[in-house]
């Protein structure tokens, strides 16, 4: 597959900044987000095997309600000041237009990492050459007439959420919408900055020895990995992402222990929770910026053979923890030291000896397959590798009943993992699962 950039320039907002100073200023979470890229890649098939799209119409018309959209998004059109606390407004959104000599039909049939990396407009996890730039955009057309449409936002100022709500805008602007969801943009003033700087961890992007994978679930998979979770237990049925992550976890968990042939180490499972419904009053779904944390559940060294249920029943003790008491402290005075005060068993654990952590992040309640331009939904949705260790990402299926867990692991360990007897129970069969 080869692509050819046919053009690249810098679309403005159509109205005036509201911000007199031109200058949005981060809030305390969003000071907290690490500086990478949140990244996705939408693709559209053709209408009909006979039809293409007029992709100089849909170039043009995508322009223009990017341009109207970013007119409510504005800190998205705009460039991150060198201390990392604040945007510089008004500056633009980078839109990449690109010849794909290829299929898409065949790029669906068997995706390759590296191949739909390069759908993207950037490198998300090359955080030393994007020169403070929010969002860039790459509209990629198909010989066959199919698109893919890649977009990266700066999680310094937007989490998931929020790249689904732009994305859901600007569709709708796209389409000529009636009713248009703008931002709600009191974020900084919910969560005040602090002075202070965070330190990215040292050797966190690793290129080398480490591998991402897609897994796929599909329904009837998950009512039965949902019912074992349950161990028998009616009121504490877990919910699917409760059960996938605890099904990883363990696949994980078995497959280091094999590699490193000794048992007796902590594991740590970070679980990203969206801290929007959990205020009170709850905060709108379209709130602007970074509003999660992480729930964080310690398994003992003890506990590391522990079943299903187990696992779930920590991650649910984790997760309630993050409730409005939680979220009005991290909106006083010391709220920079209570979101760090989450961490601070975990490096209890790693101080004393070894222990191993999980990232999870689910966006599988993200409506991405209902993003619309105009000509259809997509026909899917996928994110880029991601070259951080032990770190998931679960998705919404192609189906829409299903669910996609992009899994990151060391090479060794990964061979093990995919071959687990318990994981191999309920994830998909690689003839319907492709590797990506």
Known sequence: MKIRVISKETIKPSSATPCQDQTYRFSLLDQLAPPFYVPIVLFYS??????????????????????????????????IQGDEHAVDLGQGAVFVRARVN??????????ELKLVQQLLPLDPYNIKCQNGLVTAIQLNL??????????????????????STFLSSWAANSRGASKIVAPYLN????????????????????KENIVTKRFEFDSASLAGLKTKAANGSVSKSPTLVEAVTALI??????????????????????????????????????????MWRFAIATIKEEEEEAELHILVDHLRTA???????????????DGFHWACESMREVHELMYKGDVESYRFSSWVRFPFYETDFGWGKPVWACISSVPIKNVV?????????????????????MAKFQSDPLLLQFVSPPHSSHRI
């Open 249 to 290: 976890c363990k696949a994980a968990m078995h497959a280091r222990t094999e590699i490193s042939g000794k048992g007796g180490s902590s594991t740590v499972i970070s679980h990203v929770v969206n801290l929007r419904g959990r205020m009170n009053p709850p905060l709108p779904d379209h709130s602007f910026g970074n």
């Open 319 to 333: 997760i309630r923890k993050i409730d409005d008491e939680y979220v009005r402290k991290l909106q006083g005075e």
């Open 187 to 206: 974020t900084t003033t919910i969560f005040p900055p602090r002075d202070f700087q965070v330190p990215l961890p040292n050797n966190l992007i690793k």
């Open 142 to 163: 198909f010989d066959c007439g199919g698109i893919a449409i890649g977009v990266c936002i700066s999680h310094k100022i937007a989490d998931g959420t929020t790249l």
């Open 102 to 111: 290829a299929r898409l039909t065949k790029l669906l049939a068997n995706p």
């Open 46 to 79: 053709a209408p009909e095997p006979d039809q293409i799209f007029d992709h100089m119409n849909i170039y043009e018309k995508l322009k223009t309600s990017l341009s109207e959209c970013l007119g409510c998004f504005y800190p998205l059109a705009g460039r």
């Open 393 to 413: 990402i679960l998705m919404s299926s192609r189906s829409g009943n299903g669910i996609e867990a992009w899994v990151t692991l060391d090479e060794q360990e």
